[in-house]
């Protein structure tokens, strides 16, 4: 259990469900009731998927393409620190107009809550603790995105668009921490590799 809870902690962070519910609220302003509804199961279908198939067919592709665990390790911290630093000296998370009917697809589900952070951070985890952990903290992030957007409107009515923001950028600050513990740990196992 301990370990996935370890699993889960650094997803919760790459998904930051939170610091995405403006946008989700920006992209279906206007939209039905029961439209809404329908793009966060689409979301959440389309997030979870993806996840799940890059963490069953990622190692393979890694292994085919001579990627050891070390250096996948120091590309992906590399990789999560460069968009833990772009969300916090930004601000903004991109966003590009959407089309209404795969909203829930792309770019709710695919990039915002399951994008290059979190397939990054999937990998990394199922080399420490198994596919089958990382798989289900991944399912649980994404389930927990989707009650957030559920509930998006009373959220921001009671963080406050600042509060949202702040509690975004404290996510990143961690993503970014995680990311330096990557490359450190990345490194290490390189020169210990290379020493054998």
Same mark, same amino acid.
């Given at each position: ?73 120091? +590309? ?66 994404? +389930? ?53």
């Amino acid at each position: 259990m301990n370990e996935f809870w370890l699993a889960f902690v650094p997803l919760f962070v790459a998904v930051d469900a939170i610091g995405v519910v403006p946008i989700f609220l920006s992209l279906t302003e206007g939209l039905e009731t029961q439209r809404v509804r329908a793009v966060i199961v689409q979301s959440v279908i389309t997030a979870a998927s993806v996840a799940v198939a890059f963490l069953a067919f990622g190692p393979a592709l890694l292994s085919f393409l001579g990627i050891t665990v070390p250096d996948f390790m120091i +590309a992906g911290g590399l990789l999560l620190l460069a968009i833990s630093l772009s969300d916090l000296l930004t601000g903004e998370k991109k966003q590009r107009e959407p089309d209404p009917e795969s909203l829930g697809a792309v770019p709710i589900g695919i990039p915002l809550i399951t994008g290059p952070a979190v397939l990054t951070t999937c990998i990394l985890l199922a080399n420490t603790y198994g596919k089958t952990i990382t798989a289900g903290a991944a399912v649980i992030n994404v +389930a927990l995105a989707g009650v957030l957007f559920w509930f998006a409107g009373p959220i921001t009515r009671l963080l406050g668009r600042t509060g949202t923001k702040t509690i975004s950028k404290v996510a990143s600050l961690f993503l970014a921490a995680i990311a330096v513990m990557l490359v450190r740990r990345g490194i290490f196992e390189a020169i210990v590799a290379a020493g054998r």
